[in-house]
């Protein structure tokens, strides 16, 4: 994997990619090549799950209080309802209702940032006291 962070990185990036072309179409076995923008960074991934762990700690939903994996769930699933509007909703395999959420794990660096700004928010109005450490991550 390439980072194409500027002008010489991106300069490399193309010339090794030039390479493997051509090396690529003197084989016969096909391949693929992927370019897309970044996803969601490691310090966004360490300060997103350190805020899911501040939340699950503090706050209780439905009556009781949830698991980091649970506030995980709800915080994506409302961050998608305040964003992107309606959420799409089946049943699953077992007959159960499920909510489609998008991952995490997928989200460009923007649409992380956009989770966590949302987090910062929600938490804001509901009291909870996030760890000082998260100013390093972010």
């Known amino acids: 994997m390439r980072w194409l962070i500027n002008k010489q990185t991106a300069k490399a990036a193309y010339l090794a990619l030039k390479a ?13 090549l992927v370019f897309r923008p970044c996803s969601r960074t490691h310090d966004q991934n360490a300060k997103f799950h350190a805020m899911v762990a501040d939340i699950a700690k503090q706050m209780h939903f439905g009556g009781e209080y949830r698991k980091p994996w649970e506030w995980k769930v709800l ?50 109005q509901h009291g909870v006291k996030f760890s000082a450490k998260f100013d390093e991550f972010y």
């Not at 964003?83 to 660096?109: D, Q």
Request: proline share 3%; glycine share 10%; charged share 25%.
């Open 20 to 32: 493997w072309i051509v090396e690529a179409l003197e084989g016969d076995k096909p391949h693929e």
């Open 75 to 124: 915080l994506i699933s409302a961050h998608a309802k305040a964003t992107y509007g309606e959420l799409e909703f089946v049943y699953g395999l077992e007959g159960e209702p499920v909510a489609l959420r998008e991952s995490t794990a997928e989200m460009s660096v923007s649409r992380m940032g956009s989770l966590i700004e949302y987090m910062q928010a929600w938490g804001a």
